[in-house]
């Protein structure tokens, strides 16, 4: 069982540097989740599991720091429902006590899946998580005349698996199944106080619901980046675009529009269509994200700055992706790269949700380079 420990946890710090390279730009703040769990538990020989099992409930909190490395902390709380006293026990009889004995501690996890097999964006349907844990144990005690009236104090290990089901599109929430098993580490009333000694341990069969907390990238999970934009990457694009806006308008007729529209606090990339008077803007994404940054904020502005200013007018917003990835992660991207603009528009701008239309067209092809075709594209409809 010592050899086991040790290359977990070898395993857990391998998987931690090998991970990380594969997803960047997370958050101290993204990827948190909470764990509800519950079942039974009972000494893992000398009794029958069923006849013999407590109640046990628990909470964990988990920060996943790479898509195969999981570190968090959690509290149990066992419930004295049966006597578990026989020579080899550890755990004490049947007090008046309600829960008798408390575990909390810290506990790392490790995804098979992801380890084994590669993360490809999102999480799989079912996955298995190998779970390594320790912390303090606490034993409440009653009965005065009992050899285990003192109240008992230790530390505890823990080894286990969660069998998890990732639900739903969003996979903002798992149901696993969660065994494992846990061993006393102090000296006790047991004959045999070795560390890892099967009289000293319990066997957990819990099922547990998480709910994965969203993300900064507007997502409950780790979506991959193989680009790590930089602020200096996201002014020189802006630069491009800038420039591109300066470019004098070929013909006269365009010039006349263009400089009309100027003398209003709004700037625009081009003209779409002269005969309906539309107008378009673009607002640029990172890669995997649909978070709009503060180097696009401008972009929005000008979009509402116009809308308010012309009262008739609308906008269309078309949400698109860049090539990489899986044709489902591109549409939920495009998805949510559109309704990132309307929401501010609504939500900051103030703009009435009926002027604006957003959808996702998935992956765009406007652009010639990859990384611009990851956009939202606001079309301005002038009106009268």
């Known amino acids: 069982m010592k050899k086991f420990v040790i290359i977990m946890a070898i395993v857990m710090a391998a998987t931690a540097a090998q991970a990380q390279v594969t997803v960047k730009g997370s958050k101290f703040s993204d990827n948190w989740s909470l764990t509800l769990k519950g079942g039974a538990v009972s000494p893992f020989q000398h009794y029958a599991f069923w006849p013999a099992a407590r109640g046990i409930w628990g909470v964990e909190l988990?920060?996943?720091?790479?898509?195969?490395?999981?570190?968090g902390v959690e509290g149990e709380w066992t419930i004295n429902t049966s006597s578990w006293n026989?020579?080899?026990?550890?755990?004490g009889p049947h007090?008046?006590?309600i829960f008798d004995h408390q575990l909390v501690g810290a506990f790392g996890t490790i995804n098979f899946a992801n380890m084994l097999l590669g993360y490809k964006g999102m999480p799989r349907t079912l996955e298995v998580e190998g779970?390594?844990?320790?912390?303090?144990?606490?034993?409440?005690?009653?009965?005065?005349?009992?050899?285990?009236?003192?109240?008992?104090?230790?530390?505890?290990?823990?080894?286990?698996?969660?069998?998890?089901?990732?639900l739903g599109e969003s996979k903002a929430w798992t149901l696993a199944l969660k065994p494992a098993v846990v061993w006393h580490m102090g000296a006790g009333a047991s004959q045999n106080t070795t560390a890892f000694n099967a009289n000293r341990a319990m066997v957990e069969m819990e099922a547990g619901l998480t709910y994965h907390f969203g993300n900064s990238n507007g997502e409950h999970?780790?979506?991959?980046?193989?680009?790590?934009?930089?602020?200096?990457?996201?002014?020189?694009?802006?630069?491009?675009?800038?420039?591109?806006?300066?470019?004098?308008?070929?013909?006269?007729?365009?010039?006349?529009?263009?400089?009309?529209?100027?003398?209003?606090?709004?700037?625009?990339?081009?003209?779409?269509?002269?005969?309906?008077?539309?107008?378009?803007?673009?607002?640029?994404?990172?890669?995997?994200?649909?978070?709009?940054?503060?180097?696009?904020?401008?972009?929005?502005?000008?979009v509402a700055t116009f809308l308010k200013n012309n009262p008739k007018s609308t906008v269309v917003i078309r949400g698109y992706a860049s090539p990489e990835g899986s044709q489902e992660i591109?549409?939920?991207?495009?998805?949510?790269?559109?309704?990132?603009?309307?929401?501010?528009?609504?939500?900051?701008?103030?703009i009435a949700s009926k002027r604006i239309n957003a959808a996702g067209l998935g992956v765009g092809d406007m652009f010639s380079e990859p990384d611009w075709n990851r956009v939202s594209v606001c079309t301005i409809n002038v009106g009268e």
Not at 140 to 160: L, P, Q, R, V
């Open 330 to 350: 591109n549409e939920r991207l495009a998805n949510a790269r559109a309704n990132a603009v309307r929401d501010l528009l609504v939500n900051k701008y103030k």
């Open 62 to 71: 988990r920060k996943q720091v790479t898509p195969v490395l999981g570190l």
């Open 221 to 302: 999970y780790m979506t991959l980046c193989d680009k790590q934009y930089t602020q200096a990457d996201i002014d020189a694009l802006n630069a491009e675009i800038n420039a591109l806006r300066a470019r004098k308008p070929e013909t006269k007729v365009v010039e006349k529009i263009v400089e009309k529209v100027v003398e209003k606090p709004v700037s625009v990339e081009k003209i779409v269509d002269n005969s309906t008077k539309s107008l378009e803007t673009n607002v640029f994404f990172a890669q995997g994200k649909s978070v709009v940054t503060a180097a696009q904020m401008p972009n929005v502005e000008r």
């Open 131 to 166: 779970v390594l844990g320790a912390g303090w144990w606490h034993g409440y005690k009653t009965t005065e005349g009992d050899i285990h009236y003192n109240d008992d104090n230790s530390w505890y290990t823990k080894a286990g698996l969660n069998i998890n089901w990732n």
């Open 86 to 91: 026989k020579q080899y026990s550890v755990w």
């Open 95 to 97: 007090s008046k006590n």
